[in-house]
C-alpha cells in the first residue's frame, strides 16, 4: 500500500490550490529529529507553516532554497516553519547534514491521513491552528505572490 501511494505521489505530482478547514494543526502528528513529539502549545498565536516533503522528491528539494529565503524574511514574525517528511529519521537527519538550509525537520507519522495527494505539499495555519491555505506541488515561496499570501495571514485578526 506504501509504494502504491508512493508511485502516486511521483507520478501524479501536480499543482492545486485548496482550503480545507476541517484539517486542524492538532490533527498532524509530528515528531522532532531526536523522537519527542512536537507540542503545539509551543506555536500558541504563531502562524505555522508545514511543508510536507521527502528526500527523493526533485521539485520539493528545489523549492527550499525559496523557502529557505521567505523563512529568512519572516524571522521577526510570528511564524514557525517547520519540514515534514515521513521518511525515517536517519533518512532525514541525513539530508539535513547534506544541505545547508536552516530548516526545522520533523517527521510526520499520519502523512496518509492529512489527505495529501503529492509532494511538495504547504499548509498555512493561522495562529488560531485553523488551516487558512494548502497547495500541492513547486512554488516559488520567495515571489511577491507568496509573500502576500503569508502576510495576510500573519495580519488577520
Known amino acids: 500500500m506504501r509504494?502504491?501511494?508512493?508511485?502516486?505521489?511521483?507520478?501524479?505530482?501536480?499543482?492545486?490550490?485548496?482550503?480545507?478547514?476541517?484539517?486542524?494543526?492538532?490533527?498532524?502528528?509530528l515528531t522532532d529529529l531526536s523522537g519527542k513529539t512536537i507540542d503545539y502549545t509551543q506555536y500558541k498565536d504563531k502562524v505555522v507553516l508545514i511543508n510536507f516533503w521527502a528526500t527523493w522528491c526533485r521539485?520539493?528539494?528545489q523549492e527550499m532554497p525559496t523557502?529557505?529565503?521567505?523563512?529568512?524574511?519572516?524571522?521577526?514574525?510570528?511564524?514557525?516553519?517547520?519540514?515534514?517528511?515521513?521518511?525515517?529519521?536517519?533518512?532525514?537527519?541525513?539530508?539535513k547534514l547534506k544541505k545547508s538550509f536552516d530548516f526545522n525537520y520533523v517527521q510526520v507519522s499520519n502523512l496518509e491521513e492529512?489527505?495529501?495527494q503529492a509532494l511538495p505539499t504547504t499548509f498555512i495555519f493561522n495562529k488560531?491552528?485553523?488551516?487558512?491555505f494548502s497547495e500541492t506541488g513547486y512554488r516559488d515561496w520567495a515571489s511577491d505572490e507568496s509573500i502576500q499570501i503569508l502576510s495576510d495571514i500573519i495580519n488577520q485578526p
Open 128 to 132: 488560531n491552528g485553523e488551516l487558512k
Open 59 to 61: 521539485p520539493c528539494v
Open 67 to 95: 523557502l529557505a529565503a521567505v523563512q529568512d524574511k519572516f524571522k521577526a514574525e510570528p511564524v514557525e516553519f517547520l519540514f515534514a517528511s515521513n521518511e525515517a529519521l536517519e533518512q532525514i537527519t541525513g539530508f
Open 114 to 116: 492529512q489527505n495529501i
Open 3 to 29: 509504494i502504491l501511494f508512493l508511485l502516486t505521489l511521483i507520478f501524479f505530482s501536480c499543482t492545486s490550490t485548496h482550503k480545507d478547514t476541517a484539517i486542524g494543526l492538532e490533527k498532524i502528528r
